[in-house]
C-alpha cells in the first residue's frame, strides 16, 4: 500500500495506518511531503529501502527495496513493513504522479497500491486533499 501526506493531520493518519509504533519524527511541510511505502514480505526475509526513485519522464515516486540473500527462502506469509519517507517538494514529477512500491505497475485488483497525486505540490506549503491524492481506481 501507499499513500501521501501534505500536511500534519494527513501525515498523523498515514502513521496511525502503517501500525508504526515508534514517535513520529516531525516534517517541514513547506519544503518537503512525506510517502508511506507499506511493502510485504514473507517471514525469516530481511527487507530494507535503499532509496525513493523519483521518475520524471514516467511521473513516477517509488521505492528501491532490495531482499538480501536468498529471497526463494523466505516463508509464504505475508509480513508488512512500513517506510515513511519525507521527500523534497523540489523534486516532485508534474501532476498527476502516481507513488507505488515499485518500478513496475502495481498487481490487478490492488487499488491502494498506486496513489494518484492529481494536485501540483511543488508550492511550498501547498497541500492537497483525499481526493486529490487517492487510491488508483484503475487498480
Not at 49 to 64: A, K
Not at 89 to 94: G, H, K
Request: hydrophobic share 40%; net charge negative; charged share 20%.
Amino acid at each position: 500500500r501507499t499513500g501521501v501526506a501534505t500536511t500534519d493531520a494527513q501525515y498523523e493518519q498515514l502513521w496511525v495506518t502503517s501500525g508504526v509504533t515508534a514517535n513520529r519524527p516531525s516534517v517541514d511541510f513547506e519544503t518537503e511531503i512525506v510517502v508511506w511505502f507499506g511493502a510485504v514480505y514473507g517471514s525469516d526475509c530481511a527487507i530494507r529501502m535503499d532509496d525513493v526513485i523519483v521518475d520524471l519522464e514516467w511521473s513516477l515516486v517509488y521505492g528501491e527495496f532490495v531482499v538480501p540473500g536468498n529471497p526463494q527462502m523466505c516463508h509464504d506469509d505475508a509480513n508488512s513493513e512500513a517506510y515513511l519517507v519525507a521527500v523534497d517538494r523540489a523534486v516532485l514529477p508534474s501532476p498527476p504522479f502516481a507513488v507505488q512500491l515499485g518500478r513496475g505497475d502495481p498487481p490487478g485488483g490492488v487499488p491502494a497500491g498506486r496513489t494518484i497525486v492529481s494536485a501540483d505540490l511543488w508550492a511550498p506549503g501547498s497541500t492537497a486533499t483525499d481526493a486529490e491524492m487517492a487510491s488508483d481506481p484503475e487498480g
